[in-house]
């Protein structure tokens, strides 16, 4: 009989306690809703886990750590990624999830938007607007520290993203949260010429691709993407109010990268010394452009199946 006492006193406080955080994320400002960042392991993954995205490494690390440094920020942290296939968009999201909730996507504070599965029909524009706009401000309401992850921004149905404007800039606090706590991740390919043209002008320069700033990229990029109407950004104000807090430029990855990325998932395996995959995989990939070969067309994308060819 105690212990069938004591599983009711178990499953009666979490469910109360449960509720009760519920209610207090909704009315208090200050809730937090597990958000529990850890800034140095996510500087670490990044510059241990990341390869050749040294633009990205620090953007993400000064933008994330500047916007929680201030526990009353003016507008949310908005980071745009841009570049090719495969070079660490992806890969960079999780890990920032992963280190503001522990629990990269499965939080249920975080939540991601793929285009081809949310929006795939491009004459349903107006239902999916008023869809989105409940979903956002639904979520923000529940916790004012969510985390919204758009992919594929290149297949985005013009207009749809045109809600999120009073989501994205210095307004006051709405919905019974401080909305201006939440990080929005736009990930696209757009840009992704004007990106790797300056990196083949370096390569062909005999420069270093450490030499390139972020300052050389962000005019171009939102050029790029002002000028681009099939971005999802078009049908909207976002580029043109600013309200995009930085454009974070991912290079094309050279071999040695590659490699780094192959010996680092059969390390996961297992299989450090697994050298002669390593090299195997590295000479299989394509590379452009075809006077040099210097940038693999697919980045790190098609590496678990090479590995699988090659073991």
Known sequence: MLLVW?????????????????????IADTCECDFKPNIRDLEWDLYTNLYGQHLAQDIVSEEVKTFLA????????????????????TLLSAMLVSHLYGAAMGSSYVHQFIPTLHFPARERVNEYRVELKAWVEGNLTACARSVFIFEEMERMPAGVLGVL?????????VFQTNYRKAIYLFLSTTGEKVINRLALEYRQEGRDREEIKASDLQDAISQAVSKNNSSGFSGSSII????????VPFLP?????????????????GMCGRRDVVEAVGGDMHY????????????????????????
């Open 70 to 89: 201030n526990k009353n920020p003016d507008r949310p942290l908005v980071l745009s990624l841009h570049g090719g296939s495969g070079t660490g968009k």
């Open 240 to 247: 043109e109010d600013g309200l995009v807090t930085r454009f």
């Open 288 to 311: 452009t452009p075809s006077q040099g070969q210097y940038f693999s067309t697919t980045g790190c994308k098609a590496v678990p199946a090479k590995i699988n060819f090659f073991l």
């Open 165 to 173: 404007e009073p989501f994205l800039g210095p307004s006051h606090v």
């Open 6 to 26: 004591a599983v009711f006193y178990l499953l009666f406080f979490n469910t109360v306690h449960g509720v009760f955080k519920e209610l207090y994320c909704t």
């Open 253 to 269: 990855l050279c071999r040695r990268h590659v490699e780094r990325c192959t010996h680092h998932q059969l390390c996961q395996q």
